[in-house]
């Protein structure tokens, strides 16, 4: 019950991210963390998926340092853009061309002022005179020349709008695109604005087109220029209301001769409000091209690569190549055309995900490439609603899906969720320009792993370090592993298991211990120790205590192990090598030899945390241990190191047994049956079994008092191995008995009054 609640627990500490993020996402409470982290995502896939190729169809004609050095500081005289535009238009034979660039002042280059002063002074009544003047204010109204050159040519110009408490207006607007009735009432389909700069009216309303050049819809915390709206709505006085569009979409709209625009509208819910503005619909004669915006009429700025003469997007030639006629005549045939300035110092770089310092000239430049291409990247109306879904459903998979895993496979689950989310995310967006937002999703991520890491480190692993600290000096540090793996199932609280326990005396301790010096013997006691417990851990074994020169141990606790009686065997027959190779090292180094004697048993044993209030350890207790303690010292008495008792040797089927004798030990009643492993079953020869089944015959005749049958039988086995302890004592028993009469009480049990 209380891993139960603990599980709860987790799963409940996971989910505070959620309701965390799910507020930054219905604007509850915005993170501005999760807003630059969405950005810089975006900035990020959007310069590793660029083109990075040049769009022919759109040229530049650049307002650059040289064409300063050679015309002019800007402004310039309207005269030359008349020129400009008159060769780009028929001797280029141009598409299109958009300026982006604001004429809010006459040309005062001119010298009109002059001559209107003079029209006006005494020498206005001299014959021919008003004729000069005429003419010569013709000659040198370069505004007139311009308006001249705009008139019936394709051309957009720019216009700016502003926001203020006190609208301000300058110079003139176009007719809007759309009216505000066009759109439903009740929201803002597009940015709002009071006031404008627009051309001066002779130029204005001379060219046929023209488009706003705000890129910013709102003052971006990082001043980044990643979206510009296609329309915005103008409510101001000193023009007509509605919608207006910009420079890019004018531009765009000559090109393909859309004459009308339509806003598309998603389809309304049974209860929701005004509908959201998901596209515009133009019509260019009998085709219909529709462009996505998003719910503010904004658009993603599609950009192609680096910006500037050196970006390799556009192709960028200088103005003054233009004005002197220095191309080719249909150079730019079929093309759409941008006048603009990368000069830093007529201060129209703006910064953007793809450069610091991108040219302004450009942003309009991508929006009319985007649009050629039908590639315009848009946030859908649904963006929303994705986001709460994505976050809700990684945040509750990994809630329940942390929760209940390993650490190993929480990590993988994480990963996973977090390669899902980036994989679907980024195809939508490559495959179908759909820009969704993925940090909030991400933050879920990182936050639910990292809060139930660290409620399963400090709440969770706390149950396993105390776990390691309480059996970490009496189990092997593997077993240990396997606990923490699940705490909840280890205690320190005493059951009754069926488990083997093994001692191990080293034999003729005593003596040895007087003949050498404390260190000495310390030093000794260690290094056998230490290599005993080696193989006992190797083999799962759990260390209950040493006790002078004993060692106990058990195994089938803490961790349950079906095999406890096989491994207890194993890890004693290679106790018993590990002794025989100490006891050469020792004959090199002078020191004396040991032998040892293994007792083990299997059985009910009571397995806990017993002791005093003073000391208490995990220990085992029972019939079935005092057995084992009893039976390790009989080794000795029959020539063996190792000593079972009939229940461990009937649960280990891996070795080939020889029966020691029925004995009768010290604090029992009953009778038990000792063996000794001879050898791994997979090792066994036939002359082996046949030892053994002849031995078994010598101690059935011995239990039945027939001796001469007994020494009939043990005769051969003497022959063989004339040196074995074990022949020598039954051959003496036999004799023994042979000289008295038969016992009727006899029941072939050897009584043994001390260990």
Request: proline share 5%; hydrophobic share 45%.
């Amino acid at each position: 019950m209380n891993a139960l609640r603990q599980r709860w627990a987790r799963i409940a500490v996971t989910l505070l991210p959620i309701a965390l993020v799910v507020a930054h996402v219905v604007g509850v409470w915005r993170l501005p963390l999760l807003e630059e982290l969405d950005n810089f995502i975006y900035d990020a896939r959007l310069r590793a998926t660029m083109p990075r190729t040049m769009d022919s169809r759109v040229v530049i004609l650049d307002i650059d340092d040289a064409s300063l050095q050679q015309l002019g500081q800007w402004p310039w005289r309207r005269d030359h853009l008349a020129r400009l535009t008159t060769e780009v238009m028929d001797r280029q034979q141009a598409t299109v061309l958009g300026f982006d660039i604001l004429f809010v002042e006459r040309d005062e280059s001119s010298g009109l002022d002059v001559l209107r002063r003079l029209a006006d002074g005494p020498l206005q009544h001299q014959i021919g005179f008003a004729e000069e003047i005429k003419r010569l204010t013709a000659e040198l109204d370069h505004d007139a020349a311009f308006a001249d050159a705009l008139a019936g040519r394709r051309v957009a110009l720019g216009f700016y709008f502003t926001q203020s408490v006190e609208p301000r207006a300058n110079g003139v607007l176009p007719a809007p695109l759309l009216l505000p009735g066009a759109f439903p009432e009740g929201r803002a389909y597009a940015t709002h604005w009071n006031g404008f700069v627009g051309s001066i009216p002779q130029l204005g309303e001379a060219a046929p087109a023209a488009g706003f050049l705000n890129v910013l819809l709102e003052a971006e915390r990082d001043g980044i220029v990643r979206s510009v709206p296609l329309i915005a709505r103008y409510t101001g006085t000193q023009a007509q209301p509605g919608y207006y569009e910009s420079l890019g979409l004018a531009v765009y709209r000559l090109a393909v001769g859309a004459d009308t625009v339509t806003p598309v509208f998603a389809p309304a819910g049974a209860n929701a409000g005004p509908p959201s503005l998901v596209a515009l619909l133009l019509k260019a004669g009998t085709k219909s091209l529709r462009i996505p915006v998003d719910s503010s009429a904004s658009a993603l700025v599609p950009f192609r690569g680096a910006g500037g003469p050196r970006g390799g997007s556009f192709r960028h030639i200088s103005a003054v190549d233009v004005i002197r006629g220095a191309l080719p005549p249909g150079e730019l045939k079929d093309k759409v055309v941008l006048v603009g300035s990368t000069a830093p110092g007529l201060e129209d770089l703006r910064s953007a995900p793809v450069g610091s310092a991108y040219p302004g000239v450009e942003v309009h430049a991508n929006i009319v490439s985007g649009l050629l291409d039908g590639r315009m990247p848009v946030v859908p109306d649904y963006a929303l609603g994705y986001e709460l879904v994505t976050v809700l459903a990684a945040g509750l998979i990994l809630a329940f899906g942390l929760s209940l895993s390993a650490a190993p496979r929480a990590v993988l689950i994480a990963v996973a969720a977090t390669v899902a989310l980036i994989g679907i995310n980024t195809w939508l967006f490559i495959q179908a320009g759909l820009v969704l937002p993925l940090a909030s999703a991400l933050a879920v991520v990182a936050l639910a792993f990292v809060l139930n890491m660290s409620w399963g480190f400090l709440v969770e692993t706390r149950a396993s370090r105390n776990l390691a600290n309480l059996f970490g000096t009496y189990v092997p540090p593997e077993l240990v592993n396997e606990m923490r793996a699940d705490p909840e199932r280890y205690s320190m609280r005493a059951e009754s298991k069926d488990l083997t326990v093994m001692f191990c005396d080293m034999r003729g301790f005593t003596k040895m211990a007087e003949q050498m010096a404390p260190l000495d013997l310390q030093d000794f006691l260690n290094a056998v120790f230490s290599r005993l417990t080696e193989v006992i851990s190797a083999h799962r074994g759990t260390v209950d205590k040493y006790m002078g020169d004993c060692v106990m141990a058990f195994w089938g606790a803490p961790v349950d192990m079906s095999n406890h009686a096989d491994l207890a065997v194993r890890a004693a027959v290679e106790m018993a090598a590990a002794v025989r190779e100490l006891n050469a090292a020792h004959r090199q180094n002078g020191r004396p030899e040991i032998s040892i004697g293994i007792g083990i048993n299997s059985g009910v044993m009571s397995v806990g945390d017993m002791g005093s209030a003073v000391r208490r350890s995990y220990t085992v207790v029972g019939d079935a241990v005092n057995l084992a303690s009893r039976i390790e010292g009989l080794g000795g008495r029959y020539g063996v190191e190792i000593v079972a008792s009939e229940a461990t040797q009937r649960l280990v089927h891996t070795f080939v047994w020889q029966e020691l004798d029925c004995v009768r030990v010290q604090g029992k009643v009953g009778t038990a049956r000792i063996f000794t492993p001879v050898c791994r079953r997979v090792d066994a020869v036939r002359s082996q079994y046949a030892d053994l089944e002849r031995w078994n015959g010598v101690l059935s005749a011995y239990r039945a008092q027939d001796w001469e049958q007994g020494q009939a039988m043990l005769s051969p086995l003497i022959t063989v191995d004339a040196k074995k302890v074990l022949y020598l004592l039954y051959a003496q028993r036999l004799a023994s008995m042979s000289l008295q009469p038969k016992d009727p009480n006899w029941d072939g049990a050897t009584r043994f009054e001390t260990k």
